[in-house]
Nanobody, 126 residues
């Protein structure tokens, strides 16, 4: 089992930056992949980025890789998402997710993930 708790959301002006955090607990020493997703009202849950918890390999959604950066601190069991040059269309609930994974494939579909946090709201005002 992996427990995830996001924080760091809020209201930010367009062009600003925000860093989201996700505290992980439980079986984080195993082969897992940690990811960030977001979901805007009326939209499907969208993949942002993923990172291998042990090996650190990273994968991004093409549309977001220039502005968003995923990182982790294994010693603190923390996952981060740095978001820069924010736009109104970035407004969404942001989730961290974990997948038990020993393969080399990065999964971008939300249904492939086993554990989810409760989400944190990010609102970008224009």
């Amino acid at each position: 089992q992996v427990q995830l708790v996001e924080s760091g959301g809020g209201l930010v002006q367009a062009g600003g930056s925000l860093r989201l955090s996700c505290a992980a607990s439980g079986h984080t020493s195993s082969n897992i992949t940690m990811s960030w997703f977001r979901q805007a009202p009326g939209a499907e849950r969208e993949f942002i980025a993923a990172i291998r918890w042990i090996r650190g390999k990273i994968f991004y959604a093409d549309a977001l890789k220039d502005r968003f950066t995923i990182s982790k601190d294994n010693a603190k069991n923390m996952l981060y998402l740095q978001m820069n040059s924010l736009k109104s269309e970035d407004t969404a609930v942001y989730y961290c997710a974990a997948r038990k994974d020993s393969s080399e494939i990065f999964y971008v579909s939300a249904k492939e993930y086993d554990y989810w946090g409760q989400g944190t709201q990010v609102t970008v005002s224009s």
